[in-house]
């Protein structure tokens, strides 16, 4: 079936007093906001597929950190009449630069992430209002663009521009390339490019950049001379960082390191045709916590662990700052007792795209790639972000990996470990520890739990 | 299932709810659930209008008999009230008739949240609303006929766990055998007495792993818990006093447990593989 296709690419990148807030967001600790300057330029981007079915399938692609469930809530509700109310019909993924605004008020939390006070937040707030709605009209507009004939091909290579952070062995080196050339001369009108690695290479300072993912991006686009038309998708890089050091140099070196990796394939790479119907599914699997935070029994706990936690710790650290939420959660509407993991799948001919929310470690990379002898592209930070999602040995580790980092957990499972990423997403527990199979009471683990979902959702006729 | 184990408290906190007479209703926090000391941490009231019978099932459900013989289901999640179709509850049975002095303590919930009735006509049957697909997947099953002379009270207290008041005081302990042959479980129902002098006690309810909350008649809040050395009830200790005016007082019932924690039933639901229904349904009689 022939594939056509629109594009557009907005520069986003923030200024007052149109974003009422230019709190960054990537790093905790100090307060850290941008004063005006700008290394690169922070881009979204839309992609939109026809297949000739009758409903286009639209890709939107954003340099920014995280965007949290309820505003992935906002822009899907706002776009999916447009797609024929088809969840699997939209897919949002973000590249994850640490280099960008803060997006959102409650995960990641900015009290708990720079300690901003009430005023602040709100600003947050309204410049997330203001994101949404330009999201929300590049999509519009991209799909009321007029399509252009495309055919499609896939190639992968390998390139090492990280290492492992999270005291695991795997070390993502694929790149994806998905090239679009215009039916009418075979010129290339457009290149989707991916590879897992945590958009941080430039260091924690208050500069606007879309790190290394973005200048590969812009030398790839002058190298192939497309401009602005190459589109990069963040893999499963919750475990992924790049080369020391994290400096603004690294931006460079790394960045177009990736793109002479991705220049070379297209020149020389072999491509298999990719072809439509695009067909597209979506799951909004529910994971559970290690607590069972809807029991009356344990919120109690909880909140006797927290307020012991606020006692121990001065005010302006983490662990207060966290503490603290939660037992304000808890005195009120209560904390957050799922963690709901958006997988979608965009079948082509010759290629699965299998999207996940969340930083997932890149175990899940190689297991959702053996599932099937289909060329698969897995991608992560997909629709939304709430916190990292790792495989069973980083969840059940602890503080025994990467001081439990990626675990969320330090010395007590049922409640988040603090300086992990259940503090600054500000989730009251890790995710759930146990569990060996879907047919084990206590149900599956977690790990097994997204593997079995993505397969479900490849398998489905 | 493997066979009970030892009693744990995996939350360290027993949430105990009393129902004032003017339908307010409140958590308090027993935070020695398995053994029994008089420690208390603090207390909220999370409701009113709560009249009629109210039951705690586990992991933050309950069931509520009004006046009028409804049953309602609902959820507290420590926080608040889950939402419903219908408000914070969901209407799931009409003639539930266990308000009156005689009745109210012929029915009660389990760990699992399996519901049991002790009927007029003398049947003991179990009922079983799945949470999550919001239907019943028992429905009255018979575990035993020919009771009602015999026996004025009934308490859910473990995994197919059944105490049983005689009309003379004197609790019976019968139990749902899954693990002796789980092929083929058996509902053992032996006459040993296990506690005396339940006569004129009220508001009976269990966390769960063969302990019970129990109001004496001078309104004395006693914790029971199992002997593994007598295999009987230990004799019950104080935890608290002036209970005794309150309509109902109900404790969470899976907050301690003899069985793997990690099969709780949770707020999402069953995590037995399915053995709380399994069982039922084995021993059930045609």
């Given amino acids: 079936m022939p594939l056509s296709m629109a594009v557009r690419t907005l520069d986003y990148t923030p200024t007052y007093p149109t974003y009422p807030s230019l709190?960054?967001?990537?790093?905790?600790?100090?307060?850290?906001?941008?004063h005006g300057t700008v290394a690169r330029r922070l881009k979204a981007s839309c992609v939109v597929f026809d297949d000739g079915s009758g409903t286009k399938k639209a890709m939107l692609r954003i340099d920014v950190v995280s965007i949290a469930r309820e505003i992935h809530q906002q822009i899907r509700a706002a776009v999916?009449?447009?797609?024929?109310?088809?969840?699997?019909?939209?897919?949002?993924?973000?590249?994850?630069?640490?280099?960008?605004?803060?997006?959102?008020?409650?995960?990641p939390h900015p009290y708990v992430m720079m300690s901003l006070?009430?005023?602040?937040?709100?600003?947050?707030?309204?410049?997330?209002?203001?994101?949404?709605?330009?999201?929300?009209?590049?999509?519009?507009?991209?799909?009321?663009?007029?399509?252009?004939p495309v055919n499609l091909g896939y190639a992968t290579g390998s390139v090492t521009i990280g290492y492992n952070r999270a005291e695991l062995p795997t070390v993502l080196t694929e790149?994806?390339?998905?090239?679009?050339?215009?039916?009418?001369?075979?010129?290339?009108f457009a290149l989707l490019y991916g590879y897992g690695c945590h958009a941080v290479s430039r260091g924690n300072d208050d500069v606007f950049d879309s790190d290394y993912c973005g200048?590969?991006?812009?030398?790839?686009?002058?190298?192939?001379?497309?401009?602005?038309?190459?589109?990069?998708?963040?893999?499963?890089?919750?475990?992924?960082?790049?080369?020391?050091?994290?400096?603004?140099?690294?931006?460079?070196?790394l960045g177009q390191r990736l793109a002479n990796k991705v220049v070379d394939i297209v020149n020389n790479g072999t491509f298999t045709p990719v072809t439509g119907p695009i067909s597209t599914r979506y799951n909004d699997l529910l994971l559970p916590l290690n607590r069972d935070l809807g029991n009356p029994a344990a919120i109690i706990e909880l909140r006797n662990k927290y307020t012991a936690r606020m006692a121990a710790n001065p005010p302006e650290s983490y662990d207060y700052r966290h503490a603290k939420v939660m037992v304000d959660q808890i005195a009120g509407a209560g904390v957050q007792r799922y963690?709901?993991?958006?997988?979608?799948?965009?079948?082509?001919?010759?290629?699965?795209?299998?999207?996940?929310?969340?930083?997932?470690?890149?175990?899940?990379?190689?297991?959702?790639?053996?599932?099937?002898?289909?060329?698969?592209?897995?991608?992560?930070?997909?629709?939304?972000?709430?916190?990292?999602?790792?495989?069973?040995?980083?969840?059940?580790?602890?503080?025994?990996?990467?001081?439990?980092?990626?675990?969320?957990?330090?010395?007590?499972?049922?409640?988040?470990?603090?300086?992990?990423?259940?503090?600054?997403?500000?989730?009251?527990?890790?995710?759930?520890?146990?569990?060996d199979s879907i047919t084990t009471p206590g149900g599956p683990s977690t790990e097994q739990a997204i593997v079995d979902a993505a397969a479900a959702l490849i398998n489905q006729a | 299932m493997p066979a009970p184990g030892n009693l744990v408290a995996p939350y360290g906190v027993t949430p105990v709810y009393p129902v004032h007479t003017n339908g307010q209703l409140w958590q308090y926090e027993h935070n020695d659930p398995a053994g029994g000391s008089f420690t208390w941490g603090s207390s909220k009231q999370i409701g009113n209008g709560w009249q009629g019978r109210v039951l705690a099932g586990p992991s933050g459900y309950f069931y509520s008999i009004t006046t009028g013989g409804e049953l309602r289901l609902l959820h507290f999640n420590g926080s608040s009230w889950d939402p419903y179709a219908s408000g914070v509850y969901?209407?799931?049975?009409?003639?539930?008739?266990?308000?009156?002095?005689?009745?109210?303590?012929?029915?009660?919930?389990?760990?699992?949240?399996v519901i049991y009735t002790l009927e007029t006509d003398g049947r003991l049957r179990a009922w079983y609303f799945d949470v999550m697909a919001k239907n019943w997947t028992i429905l009255g099953a018979?575990?035993?006929?020919?009771?009602?002379?015999?026996?004025?009270?009934?308490?859910?207290?473990?995994?197919?766990?059944?105490?049983?008041?005689?009309?003379?005081?004197?609790l019976h302990r019968w139990y749902i055998d899954d693990w002796t042959t789980p092929a083929t479980p058996t509902f053992q129902k032996p006459t040993t007495s296990m506690s005396t002098g339940w006569t004129n006690f009220k508001n009976f309810s269990s966390s769960g792993g063969d302990v019970i909350y129990v109001v004496n008649a001078s309104g004395t809040l006693l914790h029971y818990k199992w002997n593994t050395s007598t295999s009987k009830l230990t004799a019950g200790t104080t935890i608290g006093s002036g209970w005794g005016s309150e309509q109902d007082v109900i404790v969470s019932s899976n907050t301690t447990t003899r069985s793997n924690p990690a099969t709780a039933f949770s707020s999402l639901g069953p995590n037995d593989g399915g053995a709380a229904l399994a069982r039922i349904n084995a021993v059930k009689l045609p």
Avoid at chain 1, 25 to 33: K, P
Avoid at chain 1, 361 to 374: C, D, F, N, Q
Wanted: aromatic fraction near 10%; charge should be negative.
């Fill in chain 1, 80 to 107: 999916l009449p447009l797609v024929g109310n088809v969840n699997g019909n939209f897919l949002i993924t973000c590249s994850h630069t640490h280099s960008g605004p803060m997006i959102g008020v409650n995960s």
């Fill in chain 1, 215 to 253: 200048f590969a991006a812009e030398a790839i686009g002058s190298a192939l001379g497309i401009g602005t038309n190459v589109f990069f998708f963040q893999g499963a890089a919750g475990d992924q960082d790049p080369e020391d050091p994290h400096q603004a140099s690294q931006v460079n070196t």
């Fill in chain 1, 117 to 148: 006070n009430a005023a602040d937040i709100s600003a947050i707030g309204q410049t997330t209002t203001v994101f949404i709605n330009q999201l929300v009209a590049l999509v519009q507009n991209t799909l009321s663009d007029a399509t252009t």
């Fill in chain 2, 142 to 170: 018979t575990l035993a006929t020919g009771l009602g002379s015999t026996y004025n009270a009934i308490i859910g207290a473990g995994r197919g766990v059944l105490y049983l008041r005689t009309t003379a005081g004197v």
């Fill in chain 1, 23 to 34: 709190w960054m967001g990537g790093y905790g600790g100090a307060q850290r906001g941008n």
């Fill in chain 1, 175 to 188: 790149v994806q390339v998905l090239t679009a050339r215009r039916t009418s001369n075979n010129s290339l």
């Fill in chain 2, 90 to 113: 969901q209407v799931i049975g009409q003639g539930w008739n266990y308000i009156a002095a005689t009745t109210k303590y012929k029915i009660t919930v389990d760990e699992d949240g």
């Fill in chain 1, 339 to 435: 963690f709901f993991m958006p997988i979608e799948v965009w079948k082509f001919g010759g290629l699965n795209i299998v999207a996940l929310a969340h930083e997932v470690l890149s175990v899940y990379e190689t297991r959702i790639k053996a599932l099937t002898g289909t060329k698969t592209w897995v991608m992560g930070y997909s629709n939304e972000i709430g916190g990292y999602v790792g495989g069973d040995t980083t969840i059940r580790a602890g503080e025994t990996k990467h001081f439990g980092y990626e675990g969320g957990w330090t010395d007590d499972p049922n409640v988040s470990g603090a300086g992990t990423w259940t503090t600054f997403y500000a989730w009251a527990a890790p995710l759930k520890l146990d569990g």
